[in-house]
């Protein structure tokens, strides 16, 4: 894993705690308090990332998108969960440096998952969401294009409640899946 050209330590120390992110959010709020209360996470994956503690993870975020409201949520409940698994999250408008240092491709890409040991090693991140859900969304909805504004606002909440639906039944264990296997080969 290359090391970020900047110092992040700063950005995380200054970052916003969960609670932090959700009391300020002026969109997408209530999406975010169901998708954190939504999953039962097994005891394979508090057991994976207990083994893996303690763990800084930096998220790269802004609250209108709904990839942040869901996976975000999703993260920030299972550092809750997860004795000595701290989550910072950075507001993307408030941190370009950082943006652009986690760039996917050259493409800013929310959310940005960054894992790191307490040196502030880097030790796996990700972004926007898993692979299934980015095959299906530029693959079947948007079919070879990178613009979902040019869905039709009935085909955009047919979308919207379709994605919803996916990412409960599916991505979001494919999610913490692809989390996983960042983390699975670090020497801890």
Known sequence: MPE???????YYNGGLSWKQFLA???????????YYG??????????????RTPLQVLAIAEEWC????QNVAVLARICD???GMELS?????DAPDLMNEYATEGRERIPVVAFFDMTFRELGRWSGRCRSADQWIFGEVLKGT?????????ASAS???????????KYVWETISEWQHLLEDEDY
């Open 66 to 69: 709904p990839d942040v409201a």
């Open 4 to 10: 970020p050209k900047i110092d992040v330590a700063p």
């Open 38 to 51: 939504a999953f039962e996470f097994d005891e394979d994956v508090i057991s994976f990332f207990n083994g």
């Open 146 to 154: 990178r613009d979902i504004t040019t869905l039709s606002d009935a």
């Open 24 to 34: 300020s959010a002026k969109a997408n709020a209530d999406q975010m308090r169901d």
């Open 89 to 93: 999250v950075v507001r993307r408008k």
């Open 81 to 83: 969960e997860i004795p």
């Open 159 to 169: 979308f919207a409640s379709e994605y919803d639906k996916r990412f409960r039944e």
